[in-house]
């Protein structure tokens, strides 16, 4: 692995257990029953008892974000021992929700604005802008449902304000959005349809940040700004393409503008006895390393590097220390 991606994933912090090393998944990797030191104190130890516990069954959405968070928690429960089924690709939020109340699947990683908004019925506007708030929120509506909400992650996949370098260099290079808006007026944003319309969007940001620049109806994103059909677009924090950093940058939301958009992984309550705690603890450490720099990464390796998730989601947890 390169040293950039070295530097884009920082380390975790170290698991208050031992654990041995495993293999991470792949039916061609390393016998998972395998052993090891553990001397960096993160390898994660297969437990031959978790092979009699049946089957776990792993979903996710339809996009290559969900499919590489699917990976790495399936490759990290069979690093333990456990069998794993996959089912990466139910479709949209609803489809993967039925499926998880229905128990046709045990965990499914969902965002917490997604959740409170499609699931539990919070208005757009109502959704929390603080991180562990809007989390709390969806914890306690999934805990309803019989499912526990893992930890969230670091990293959010919400909207950001982004343009190309050469835009940002030509605006002095401002940080954030503020900075961006109020010094430089006549710039053009792109965005889907609908944003024009949207408190959380466009309207949002002409009162909240005083944007008086035009409005380019486009799901183009990045393409807009290197056609040139505008100067900012809103691409979304987790982009591959902001991974990217010569090329595109992203501008920080000071004002907490949009709303937090982390990622709980939802597990079964019957799936959380089965598996047990260190299980649990397993899966959420390996979550600490999720910032939004390296689900960059790891989606520019998907979708403009043409790997494959597995082979991402089992680079990450090798980078990370908890598999060899």
């Given at each position: 692995m390169n040293s950039n991606y070295r530097r884009i994933l920082a380390p975790l912090a170290?698991?208050?257990?031992?654990?041995?090393?495993?293999?991470?998944?792949?039916?061609?990797?390393?016998?998972?029953?395998?052993?090891?030191?553990?001397?960096?104190?993160?390898?994660?130890?297969?437990?031959?008892?978790?092979?009699?516990?049946?089957?776990?069954?792993?979903?996710s959405k339809n996009f290559t974000e969900q499919y590489i968070l699917g990976e790495i928690y399936a490759q990290t429960l069979e690093a333990q021992g456990f069998n794993v089924q996959r089912r990466l690709n139910l479709g949209s939020e609803q489809v993967a929700y039925k499926a998880?109340?229905?128990?046709?699947?045990?965990?499914?990683?969902?965002?917490?604005?997604?959740?409170?908004?499609?699931?539990?019925?919070?208005k757009i506007e109502d959704v929390p802008k603080d991180a562990d708030e809007a989390y709390e929120q969806a914890k306690t509506e999934y805990a309803k449902q019989n499912i526990t909400a893992l930890s969230r992650t670091p990293f959010q996949n919400t909207y950001v304000v982004a343009s190309t370098k050469e835009t940002a260099d030509k605006a002095d290079n401002p940080t954030t959005v503020s900075e961006l808006f109020s010094n430089n007026t006549d710039l053009s944003i792109s965005g889907f349809p609908e944003c024009r319309q949207r408190e959380d969007c466009l309207l949002g940001l002409r009162s909240v940040y005083d944007f008086?620049?035009?409005?380019?109806?486009?799901?183009?994103?990045?393409?807009?700004?290197?056609?040139?059909q505008s100067d900012l677009t809103l691409a979304f924090s987790t982009d591959p393409q902001l991974a990217l950093t010569d090329k595109y940058v992203a501008y920080e939301d000071?004002?907490?503008?949009?709303?937090?958009?982390?990622?709980?992984?939802?597990?079964?309550?019957?799936?959380?006895?089965?598996?047990?705690?260190?299980?649990?603890?397993?899966?959420?450490?390996?979550?600490?390393?999720?910032?939004?720099?390296?689900?960059?990464?790891?989606?520019?390796?998907?979708?403009?590097?043409?790997?494959?998730?597995?082979?991402?989601?089992?680079?990450?947890?090798?980078?990370?220390?908890?598999?060899?």
């Amino acid at each position: 692995m390169n040293s950039n991606y070295r530097r884009i994933l920082a380390p975790l912090a170290a698991i208050c257990l031992m654990f041995g090393l495993a293999a991470c998944g792949d039916d061609d990797d390393t016998d998972a029953g395998s052993s090891g030191s553990g001397d960096n104190g993160k390898l994660i130890a297969s437990d031959p008892a978790n092979g009699s516990k049946g089957t776990i069954t792993v979903a996710s959405k339809n996009f290559t974000e969900q499919y590489i968070l699917g990976e790495i928690y399936a490759q990290t429960l069979e690093a333990q021992g456990f069998n794993v089924q996959r089912r990466l690709n139910l479709g949209s939020e609803q489809v993967a929700y039925k499926a998880l109340t229905g128990g046709n699947v045990d965990m499914y990683p969902e965002y917490t604005g997604t959740a409170l908004t499609s699931f539990f019925k919070v208005k757009i506007e109502d959704v929390p802008k603080d991180a562990d708030e809007a989390y709390e929120q969806a914890k306690t509506e999934y805990a309803k449902q019989n499912i526990t909400a893992l930890s969230r992650t670091p990293f959010q996949n919400t909207y950001v304000v982004a343009s190309t370098k050469e835009t940002a260099d030509k605006a002095d290079n401002p940080t954030t959005v503020s900075e961006l808006f109020s010094n430089n007026t006549d710039l053009s944003i792109s965005g889907f349809p609908e944003c024009r319309q949207r408190e959380d969007c466009l309207l949002g940001l002409r009162s909240v940040y005083d944007f008086k620049g035009d409005f380019v109806s486009s799901d183009g994103k990045f393409s807009d700004l290197d056609g040139g059909q505008s100067d900012l677009t809103l691409a979304f924090s987790t982009d591959p393409q902001l991974a990217l950093t010569d090329k595109y940058v992203a501008y920080e939301d000071d004002k907490s503008f949009f709303p937090p958009y982390n990622v709980t992984l939802g597990i079964r309550n019957a799936t959380i006895e089965t598996i047990g705690p260190e299980a649990v603890a397993t899966l959420e450490a390996v979550q600490e390393g999720m910032t939004e720099e390296a689900l960059r990464e790891l989606n520019r390796r998907v979708e403009l590097d043409k790997q494959e998730p597995r082979a991402v989601a089992a680079a990450y947890l090798k980078e990370e220390g908890f598999v060899e």
